[in-house]
Structures are given as C-alpha cells and as structure tokens.
C-alpha cells in the first residue's frame, strides 16, 4: 500500500523579475488504488505541481512536504525519484536525438528494477505493451520522441508506464493535443496500469473529456497556486457546467 | 599572372594547377570559394597567414607555435613506426625516401602555408605500400616532444585491386607540421583510420591529400581526441572516374582544446561518389578557453564531373557551456547532370531538459549522459574496421565523458 503525501507544499520559479511563487500550499493524498483528478484553469499551477514532485531543476521548493510511503522525495535527486516509485507523464516529452527509444526504454528499465529485465522476456514485455497502446514497432529504432507526433509522443508516455509500472503516476494533461482515438488507446493503457497494480495515480487536466474513459474517485479544483476545492466524480460534471470563474475568483479573494 | 590572382567569377579547372608564383594571402584576392584555391609545394609562395584569412579565420594563430610564420625552429623528429615494418608482412613494403622520389606528391599539393612549410622542409618521407589483402598496418606518428617542433612526410599507396587498411595513430608531445599522402589505385580499396591522441600540448596540424584512382574506394575515419590544437586538412582528388570516397569523423573537444577539420572533396571526373559524416562532441569549463570545434566542408562539381553523387553532414553535439562549434558546409556545382547532391549541418545541445527526461525515467545523471554520447557517435564507431581499435575508441569516449566528472 502506497501513499504519496504532498504537506502545505510552496514551491517557485526564477524569473527575470525575481521570484515567482506558483504553488501556494498545496495539500493533497494519494493513497495506492485511488485516482485523483486535479482540474484547474490555466496558470493554475497544476503543472508545476506535477513538475515540483518530480524535481524539474527549474522549480525551487520553498516549504512543504512531498512524502512517499513516509520517505522524504523532496530530498531525493530526480532519478532516484523515479526509482523509489514515481512517474511523471508529461505534457512535452522530451525529444532525445541519438538514443533509440529501445535503448532508452531498456535503460530506463534496467535502472528502476535494479537490473537489467532478461532479454528474451524483455523484448516480448516491450513487444506486448507496444502493441496494447497500437504502436508500431518500428518506433524502437527511432530515437526517443524525435519527430513524433504529439498523440505518438503520449503513447509513449504511457509505454512507459507500462513497462516501468511506479507506485504512483502523475499524469500532466496527458489528453491534451489527442484525437477521440488517441485519448480512447491513452486512457485504456492507463486503466490497464492501473488494474494491473496496487497503484495511485494523480490525473491533472484541463478538460473532463478524458474523465469520461479514466473514472476518478476524487476531484480537486487547482486555482491560485492550491487545491480550492475537493469532492467525488460530480464535482466535474459541475465544472463542465459552470467552468472555473467561481474558483478563480475565490482564489483571487483569498490571496 | 598566377592563377591565384582570379577573382570568383573565372572559377575552371585550370586555376587549380600549381602555381609557383605569385602569393596568395592578405595582399591577394580572396576566393570566392574553394573552386580557385591556390596550391603550391612551395612554402614562399604563400604569405605568412594573419589569421582572418578566409581558411584561417577560425585557427587561434598564436597557439600554432610558429608552424606557419617560419618562426619554428624545426629542431624535432617526429618519428613514424609502420607496425609492419619489418619486412616480414605478406603485402606490405615500407621504405625511406628522398624528396626526389617521383612517387612523392601524386597524392595531391598543399593549399595552405603550414602544409606547404612541411612539404618544403621535410628530407625523408616514408612510404608504406600496400599490394593484395594484407592484414592491418599500424602506423605511430610519434610527436618531436615536448617544446620541440617537427615536419613530416608519409605517403600510403594500394597496387591495383588491393584492399588493405591502415591505422594511423598520433601520439605524443610537441607540434608537428606534415603532410599525408593515400594514393589509392585503380579498383583498389583503401580503409584508413587517422586518430588524433596526442598529450595535451601537442600541436598537429596535417594536410591529407587523397588521391583516386579508377573505380578506386577510401573509406576514412578521423579520430580526434588529443591535442591544445589539431587541425586536419583531407582534400580528396579524383583522378579518374568511379572513384568513391566516404569519409567520416568522430571529434571530442574538452576545454581548451581546438579542433578543425577542414574537408575538400574535388569532384573533377564523371561517374565519381563521396559521402562526409563528421560528428562532434564538445565539452568546456568555466574559466578555461572554450572547447572548440571547426568543420569546414567543402565539395566542388566541376563541369566535367557529371553523375556526381554526393552527400555531407556534420552534427556537432555541444555538452555543456562553454563550448563552441562552427560549422560551415558548402556545395559548388557547375554541371546540371548530377546524380545527386545535397549537404546538412546541425549543432545542438545537451540541455537540461534531456537530462531531466531521463533521470525522470530513473536513468542516473552519468547513465544518461553516456547514453546521449554513445548513441550520438554510434554510428561512427561502428564503422572503424578493427574491433581492439573500435573498443579502445569506445573505452576514450567515456574517458572523455570522466574527465568532467559529469
């Protein structure tokens, strides 16, 4: 049973101006078996969230508490992050020219087992989710992300999920730039992660279309920097109805 | 009037023979392009570069030790051991000749002073002929050592329908002014590997002048690791036609360091192929001069040469700050019947975006890092001919990589 535990977490970023605080306490827990969705408008913050736990050099913390399983993940560098058991899903993956996604994702593996997966099982595990989330194999011997199109580039995304299987996945509008299939292949890799383990993951989006295929057990609205609001899978059919402005307008209020 | 006094606009095939009089430099005309450069054997037909000279625009002339104002005394010895040396090799023959061999200079005339310094200073040259299939030869270019300077001269020629490969190692201290000559035969096949390990301080600055037979191939690899200054000059002249030349390189500059290669591929006769892939690797360090990297590549069709194909690319991969990589491709093409012909450069960056993907991924930083490089010079390395050489070239760039503990 895993828990990632976010504690009153600030967090800001360098600018020309000075520093800028983006996240202004944000408290939230995600138990192993739960789906959280965070929805807020734009320049909320919910980025920077997903990317301040994952420890992007470009974000400082300036207080709070990340926790997984009670370990302290803001001390951790960004590699042993991901081995200790999370997963990032970004919005703009990476492009990494020389290195073929084979190799990379072999690497990858390698690194979060803590060794290397047995080749003759490996090439069949790499083969079978390939083909789950409708990829051509030939993307192998491509290198990582290099000239994908956005909706390869996500599917790949969540190849790696698949293979690297972390305790809890952060997922960074991984539905965004998607057509009605892509989100429908996206989000059944995802269930079927989720399915397969006792595992969290934390869903962050702009829209509620993706909730239509992953079922949340809890909403969060993310406005000015922190969760404003919390409830069940309702609250974002009433985000869909009434959009964000209540929300952004109390966290106007309150900061 | 010498030929180097044309402008740009009478470029032809004539303005590439000798010229034995008349200077090109700062007084002279500039050429528009690699179509009228001036070639001599003769040190004095050439005045002392200053540095923004067209072809020395990027070299820091001041670290140069004199091999190109006549200031260096040449009190050195730079000492060349053929591994096969001793006669007992099935196919290959080295001997020690004058200047006055007739071999020497088929492979091609120097185009710039430092090469020209070299030809006319040099008294003994070595050849090292290769007839059949022999086996590998390993050939030490030895540095004159530290603070010494020195010339030098070697000429690799094939008999016809041979097929051999050479290896030609730098090594060691001091700064070296030489030429290379590969006279490569009719229906011969010569595979070279030129590796630049030279201590820290050494200077090397080399012309390699290959010459093609009929139906002849070159495969040649370029290594540069060593050096303050390493500046390699390969032209490649086609002396009949269904010649095939494929060149790569494979640089890793580290802080301080100057590395430039300047290609010159001379598509003169029909039914002729060339294809250049440089790759280079660059990383600095605060405070110490920028590590440095120059590609200059250089293909000419002239009007004669038709069904030309050719093709060039150099990808510079900058690891970190303080590096810095030029990059100059340039294709001149007189003839409309050309099989094909195209030229790429593109210079990018390790960034932290990278770096971050992966470790996000749980690959450590030094992983990640060696994943980029390796995988950036893999298809370089795959292509050197001798598996101990290939896996010590491999083992030097992570060298490389440890230098900076990063």
Known sequence: MSTLEIKDLHASVTTDAGAKEILRGVDLTVRAGETHAIMGPNGSGKSTLAYAIAGHPKYEITGGEVLLDGENVLEMTVDERARAGLFLAMQYPVEVPGVSMANFLRSAATAVRGEAPKLRTWVKEVKGAMDDLEIDQAFAERSVNEGFSGGEKKRHEVLQLSLLKPKVAILDETDSGLDVDALRVVSEGVNRYKAAGDVGVLLITHYTRILKHITPDFVHVFAGGKVVESGGAELADELETNGYVKFTGAAAAAS | ?406
């Open chain 2, 1 to 406: 009037m010498s030929s180097s006094q044309t402008t740009g606009t009478q470029a032809s095939a004539e303005n590439v023979a000798v010229a034995a009089e008349g200077k090109y430099g700062q007084g002279g005309v500039p050429p528009s392009g690699a179509m009228e450069r001036f070639l001599s054997y003769d040190v004095e037909a050439f005045e002392v570069p200053g540095g923004r000279e067209e072809n020395w625009r990027f070299t820091p002339m001041k670290r140069l030790r004199g091999l190109h104002d006549g200031t260096a005394a040449f009190d050195g010895t730079a000492v060349i051991d053929v591994a096969a040396g001793d006669g007992s090799a099935d196919g290959v023959t080295v001997e020690s000749v004058g200047r006055d061999d007739e071999r020497i200079g088929k492979g091609g005339i120097p185009a710039d002073r430092v090469a020209a310094q070299a030809w006319s200073a040099f008294r003994e040259a070595t050849v090292v002929t290769l007839d059949g299939t022999p086996e590998p030869v390993t050939i030490t270019l030895n540095g004159p050592g530290t603070g010494a300077t020195a010339v030098a001269h070697l000429q690799i020629r094939t008999t016809p329908h041979a097929e051999a490969t050479v290896v030609v190692e730098g090594r060691g201290s001091g700064a070296l002014a030489d030429n290379i000559e590969f006279v490569v035969a009719d229906g011969s096949k010569l595979t070279v590997v030129v590796t630049e390990e030279w201590a820290d301080d050494a200077v090397h600055v080399s012309g390699q002048h290959i010459a093609l037979g009929r139906d002849a191939t070159i495969v040649a690899t370029s290594v540069a690791f060593g050096g303050d200054l390493v500046r390699v000059s390969p032209t490649v002249n086609y002396t009949a036609p269904g010649g095939s030349a494929e060149l790569f390189g494979l640089g890793f500059a580290d802080a301080g360091q100057h590395l430039e290669q300047r290609l010159l591929v001379d598509h003169s006769t029909p039914n002729c192929s060339s294809n250049v892939l440089y790759k280079n690797a660059l990383q600095g360090e605060e405070g110490v001069t920028d590590a440095h990297t120059v590609w200059i590549g250089d293909v000419l069709i002239r009007a004669a040469a038709e069904q030309t194909e050719t093709f060039e690319f150099n990808r510079n991969l900058v690891l970190t700050a303080h590096a810095r990589a030029d990059s100059v491709p340039n294709l001149e093409i007189e003839t409309g019947e050309i099989a094909g012909a195209g030229h790429a450069s593109a210079t990018g960056r390790f960034d932290d975006e990278q770096l971050f993907y992966l470790q996000s991924r749980g690959i450590p930083e030094d992983v990640a890092r060696r994943l980029v490089v390796r995988g950036f010079f893999g298809e370089i390395l795959a292509r050197i001919p001798v598996a101990e050489l290939r896996e010590r070239l491999e083992a030097a760039v992570e060298a490389e990589l440890a230098v900076t503990g990063v």
